[in-house]
């Protein structure tokens, strides 16, 4: 860590941490805690979502935050980041809620320097690093929750579009009387151009990496995947065909092939 202190004024972090957040128990000091009932409990929340003890969690959110905190204060001031991470504890409901934080002596006494510094608690110092960091993970948690719900609804919007009406998304590709090549696209059995993606996305109304996530699935899930080209003997697949391979099978015109492969330049 930076240290960010007045040459007069010691840091513990000036020597390498010995103990990771998963330290011992004898390496661990008690800090109280007083933060709104409800951050506690969306802290327990978090915890049992990613089955992990409650300690070894707030231990690595205060380390994030710490070091969240090192970051910011490079290009503002220390007084102002910690008013912003306050205005998050602030944003809790419910009456203040007291308990006990073992952190990492090292770090604990960093904090304890810290709040000397910017006239704080040090159980103040440790509820806004919690908040701040605790921010940042519920926003990392909804994105990947956001995406997985996206996905899902390109897997529902594809199977309900495979089969004969695969023909309209083929009219809007400009693959006119291709809807076999579009089918085995949906169903992740010919790798497409991320060109043709990026329509079938917009066609979707989902993002691209959304319906690459989707076909991927499709594949992966298939018991047997298989492709057969026109006129050929089906084989296993253990990966998708490429689209240069799907496109020649079908041995097309000259023109009408060149048109396709450019789509995969």
Same mark, same amino acid.
């Given at each position: 860590?930076?240290?960010? /202190? ?17 330290? !011992?128990?004898? =390496?661990?000091? =008690? ?5 709104? *009932?409800?951050?506690?409990? !969306? ?18 959110? %205060?380390?994030?935050?710490?070091? &969240? ?9 220390? &007084? ?8 998050? %504890? ?6 203040? /809620? ?10 604990? @006494?960093?904090?304890?320097? !810290? ?13 806004? @690093? ?25 897997? *529902? ?14 009219? /809007? ?5 291709? &809807? ?16 043709? @993606? ?16 989707? %076909? ?7 018991? =047997? ?12 697949? =253990? ?27």
């Amino acid at each position: 860590m930076r240290s960010h /202190y007045e040459p007069a004024l010691p840091r513990a972090s000036q020597a390498p941490r010995s103990a990771p957040v998963t330290s !011992t128990k004898g =390496t661990l000091q =008690t800090v109280g805690v007083y933060v709104p *009932v409800s951050m506690h409990e !969306t802290l327990k929340e978090l915890a049992e979502g990613q089955n992990k003890k409650f300690s070894v969690l707030v231990r690595e959110l %205060v380390e994030n935050g710490y070091d &969240r905190f090192e970051d910011a204060i490079e290009e503002r001031s220390g &007084r102002k980041v910690l008013d912003g991470y306050e205005h998050k %504890v602030a944003s809790y409901s419910g009456e203040s /809620y007291q308990w006990m934080a073992r952190l990492d002596r090292k770090l604990s @006494l960093e904090l304890k320097l !810290t709040a000397k510094e910017y006239g704080r608690s040090a159980s103040q110092i440790v509820g806004s @690093l919690l908040a701040e960091a605790l921010s940042h993970c519920l926003q990392t948690q909804g994105a990947v929750v956001s995406a997985e719900v996206e996905v899902e609804r390109a897997r *529902v919007a594809i199977a309900g579009l495979v089969g004969p009406q695969a023909g309209e998304l083929a009219d /809007y590709l400009g693959l006119h009387g291709k &809807r076999r090549l579009v089918n085995e696209v949906l169903g992740g059995l010919v790798r497409a151009p991320g060109a043709l @993606l990026g329509q079938i996305a917009e066609y979707f109304a989902v993002s691209r990496e959304a319906v690459i996530q989707a %076909v991927g699935l499709n594949f992966r899930q298939m018991p =047997t995947p298989s492709y057969k080209a026109p006129n050929g003997q089906p084989r296993v697949l =253990t990966e998708p065909v490429p689209w240069e391979e799907a496109v020649k099978a079908l041995k097309l015109p000259h023109d009408e092939e060149a048109k396709l492969l450019v789509i995969g330049d």
